[in-house]
């Protein structure tokens, strides 16, 4: 791992840049007595989309009375 300070890693940024990419070893660049460390990152995966009712759950009225009746008489009811 390199420590470059930032007037000598400024002229060079670029191929400091491909030589992390190709290494996969992060430069460290230190300004006083900060660091900046310079690595790869790797996009994740997008999370797919649901189509619009995907979570949708179909209940009667009744049902929901049913819950409601049974939450009521829960022993763990928030108060």
């Given at each position: 791992?390199?420590y470059?300070?930032v007037s000598?890693?400024?002229?060079?940024?670029?191929?400091?840049?491909?030589?992390?990419?190709?290494?996969?070893?992060?430069?460290?660049?230190?300004?006083?007595?900060?660091?900046v460390?310079?690595?790869?990152y790797?996009?994740p995966?997008?999370?797919p989309?649901?189509?619009?009712?995907?979570?949708?759950?179909?209940?009667?009225p009744?049902e929901?009375?049913r819950?409601?009746r049974?939450?009521a008489l829960s022993?763990?009811r928030?108060e």
């Amino acid at each position: 791992m390199d420590y470059l300070t930032v007037s000598s890693a400024k002229p060079k940024l670029g191929r400091l840049m491909d030589r992390v990419l190709k290494r996969g070893e992060p430069v460290i660049i230190r300004r006083g007595k900060r660091f900046v460390q310079i690595s790869e990152y790797v996009v994740p995966e997008p999370i797919p989309q649901r189509p619009a009712g995907y979570f949708a759950v179909p209940e009667t009225p009744e049902e929901y009375e049913r819950a409601n009746r049974l939450a009521a008489l829960s022993p763990d009811r928030p108060e």
